[in-house]
């Protein structure tokens, strides 16, 4: 399983979804461009000391990122027509999110093989990212055993 953003907006985010991939063992695709200069001294800050513990993968575009899944695409958005605790996953799934101010466009929800939404109280738009992606690898990882020990 791995997570994904498209196009990230805020580096605190992305060092956030850093720290998770981290802590459960999950790689971490970015598909770019980033909305903020990107370096090896600012991912260090952003992940702090888990910055050696996850493995980044970079995309110049979602083109190269496509070309590279190896499993199903799920995304993961406000637009979503299966709700989180109605999504079934497997081990092999990307999880995608989109960006922070537009989130993902009409070609990669095209592209997308299932689309889930995270439930909110009504009258409210959405999640932080790093949040959003916390609870939808929560639930995947719970559904197909895929905790660390």
């Not at 070309?67 to 993961?76: D, E, I, Q």
Request: net charge neutral; glycine share 10%; with cysteine.
């Amino acid at each position: 399983m791995r997570l994904a953003l498209f196009q990230p907006e805020i580096a605190g985010n992305v060092g956030a979804v850093l720290r998770l991939g981290a802590c459960f063992g999950v790689g971490i695709d970015i598909v770019e461009p980033m909305g903020f200069p990107w370096s090896d001294k600012r991912r260090k800050r952003s992940a702090m000391d888990y910055d050696d513990k996850v493995e980044v993968r970079r995309h110049a575009d979602f083109e190269a990122f496509d070309a590279a899944l190896s499993g199903r695409l799920v995304l993961f958005t406000t637009k979503g027509g299966v709700r989180l605790p109605d999504a079934t996953f497997a081990a092999g799934d990307t999880l995608l999110f989109g960006s922070e101010s537009a989130g993902a466009p009409d070609f990669v929800h095209q592209r997308a093989e299932l689309s889930v939404r995270i439930p909110l109280a009504a009258g409210l738009r959405s999640l932080n990212l790093s949040v959003a992606a916390g609870i939808g690898l929560s639930e995947a990882l719970r559904q197909t055993q895929g905790y660390p020990e």
